[in-house]
């Protein structure tokens, strides 16, 4: 019998390095130490499939800007940053004027 759900549609979505860790990152705890915490070291990390590197994104997990070029099929529901349309990133620097000339 098919299943009424909704089926759940992914996008791809751009990923700072530091979020594509947090993720894909491997653990083992090694020792506890005398105040009794865990302590683990690294001994993997995923390589990312990297695509379009020097783009500039937002990256949809934690909002930063990224030139990772690292994309993963996300559900644009459960993300925090979405490029949407509605708002739009204005960079504000002090006493530069966009008239300005580079000389």
């Known amino acids: 019998m098919a299943d009424n759900a909704a089926a759940v549609s992914l996008l791809p979505m751009a990923v700072c390095e530091s979020c594509w860790l947090d993720d894909h990152a491997h653990w083992q705890p090694e020792s506890i130490d005398s105040t009794g915490n865990v302590l683990v070291r690294l001994v ?11 783009s500039v ?6 909002g930063a800007l990224t030139v990772s070029g690292i994309y993963e099929l996300k559900d644009p529901s459960k993300i925090y ?5 509605d708002e739009k990133f204005e960079l504000d620097i002090e006493g ?5 000339e580079f000389d």
């Not at 995923?46 to 020097?54: F, R």
């Not at 994104?57 to 934690?62: L, P």
């Not at 940053?81 to 349309?85: A, L, Y």
Request: charged share 20%.
């Open 96 to 100: 530069f004027d966009v008239g300005d």
């Open 44 to 54: 993997g990390v995923d390589v990312p499939i990297k695509i379009n590197s020097g």
């Open 81 to 85: 940053f979405t490029d949407n349309g």
């Open 57 to 62: 994104e937002v990256c949809c997990m934690c």
